[in-house]
């Protein structure tokens, strides 16, 4: 934004706490576009992004109960992680849960992917993309079409003519985007593939049975969670 060439940061800093509902935390870290972000949220100019949906019927699972139990080690670790600066110059933050099926995984990625801080975070946008056991490759460009379209945001209609096609066209949209992308329920290397597009500032949160999917991500072990 403009102004942000007019003022600097700490006139900004007070700036917001004299307008916004609650004080604004201005760490060293923080860039000058999230700062203006969270300064125009709180005068309330723009809105939080929602967890959008990139199944064909475009739902979500129901959310859980607000008596469900966040499991609260591996919520911090997931939210450490996300939260976390890259450890490459060019790779998007890689996060993975691995577990049994019905062992609550992907309730638990949608609750963190509600959480207020991960939706400050990744403010450019947070899809979740379900995966499933044995997708056809028509299966996955119907997703990859759907994903294409929400990021253009403009009604624009994506006809690619295969899958890397497709995710070429992702390349291009998430490269300077701060998106977490949400793989859920990966079964084969080659599904999580089709997606693998982010740039340095967004991020991955893949839930799998298959261990496999994630050293094929190159998920660091410190951001794997058994579930």
């Avoid at 003022?7 to 935390?25: C, E, I, M, S, Y």
């Avoid at 959310?63 to 976390?84: C, D, E, F, Q, Y």
């Avoid at 790779?91 to 995984?105: D, E, S, T």
């Avoid at 597009?197 to 991955?204: H, Y």
Wanted: aromatic share 6%; proline share 6%; glycine share 8%.
């Amino acid at each position: 934004p403009v102004f942000l060439n007019e003022v600097g940061t700490t006139d900004l800093a007070a700036w917001a706490k004299n307008r916004a509902q609650r004080p604004l935390f201005v760490t060293n870290r923080m860039q000058p576009n999230d700062l203006a972000y969270e300064v125009l949220y709180r005068l309330k100019l723009v809105d939080r992004p929602e967890v959008r949906s990139v199944a064909v019927n475009g739902s979500l699972p129901d959310h859980p109960a607000h008596g469900w139990v966040k499991r609260p080690a591996i919520w911090t670790k997931m939210l450490k992680a996300l939260l976390s600066e890259p450890g490459g110059d060019s790779h998007p933050q890689r996060v993975g849960l691995y577990g049994l099926g019905g062992a609550g995984k992907t309730s638990l990625v949608l609750q963190v992917a509600h959480s207020e801080e991960i939706l400050r975070r990744f403010r450019d946008g947070i899809f979740w993309v379900p995966i499933g056991p044995n997708p056809s490759d028509q299966q996955i460009e119907r997703m990859q079409r759907r994903l294409c379209e929400l990021l253009k945001n403009d009604g624009t209609n994506i006809h690619c003519e295969n899958r890397g096609k497709y995710l070429n066209v992702l390349r291009d949209l998430l490269e300077q985007k701060a998106c977490l992308i949400i793989l859920d329920d990966v079964w084969r290397q080659k599904d999580a593939d089709g997606f693998n597009a982010l740039g340095k500032r967004g991020a991955f949160l893949v839930t799998t049975e298959n261990h496999d999917v994630l050293r094929h991500l190159d998920v660091p072990e410190g951001n794997k969670c058994d579930v």
